[in-house]
Nanobody, 125 residues
Framework: QGQLVESGGGSVQAGGSLRLSCAAS????????MGWFQQAPGKEREGVAT????????YYADSVKGRFTISRDNAKNTLYLQMSSLIPEDNGTYYC??????????????????WGQGTQVTVSS
C-alpha cells in the first residue's frame, strides 16, 4: 500500500520561498503521475503541478506557472515543489498525490489514488 508524507510547509512573507517534500513508500514515484494540490480555505482542492511518469514532462496551473517548480528525485523516491515569489493567494494546505493514469490536464483529483496528509503553507502580505 502506497504512502505519501509531506513536509516543508510553514509561514513566510509575500515574495518568499518554500520547498515542499513528499516522501513515498510502497510505490515508486517514477512510475506514477505525481502531483501537488492546493486546498485554500473554503475552497476545493485543486491541482497546481504534476510530473509525468518515466519522463520529466511537467504541467502547471496558470496560477503558479513561472513561480513553482515540481521535481522528483528517483534515488530518494521523493517529490518536491519549489515555491518562489509566494503571494497570499498561495495560502492553504498542500497535498502530494500519486496516480497510475491521468487524463489531460493531469490535475483531476479522481485520477490520483494515493494522498498524503497535507502540509500547511501560510503567506502573509
Amino acid at each position: 500500500q502506497g504512502q505519501l508524507v509531506e513536509s516543508g510547509g510553514g509561514s513566510v512573507q509575500a515574495g518568499g520561498s518554500l520547498r515542499l517534500s513528499c516522501a513515498a513508500s510502497g510505490l515508486t514515484t517514477s512510475n506514477y503521475f505525481m502531483g501537488w494540490f492546493q486546498q485554500a480555505p473554503g475552497k476545493e482542492r485543486e491541482g497546481v503541478a504534476t510530473i509525468y511518469p518515466h519522463v520529466d514532462r511537467t504541467y502547471y496551473a496558470d496560477s503558479v506557472k513561472g513561480r513553482f517548480t515540481i521535481s522528483r528525485d528517483n534515488a530518494k523516491n521523493t517529490l518536491y515543489l519549489q515555491m518562489s515569489s509566494l503571494i497570499p493567494e498561495d495560502n492553504g494546505t498542500y497535498y502530494c498525490a500519486a496516480g497510475s493514469w491521468a487524463r489531460y490536464p493531469p490535475t483531476a483529483r479522481g485520477d490520483f489514488q494515493y494522498w498524503g496528509q497535507g502540509t500547511q503553507v501560510t503567506v502573509s502580505s
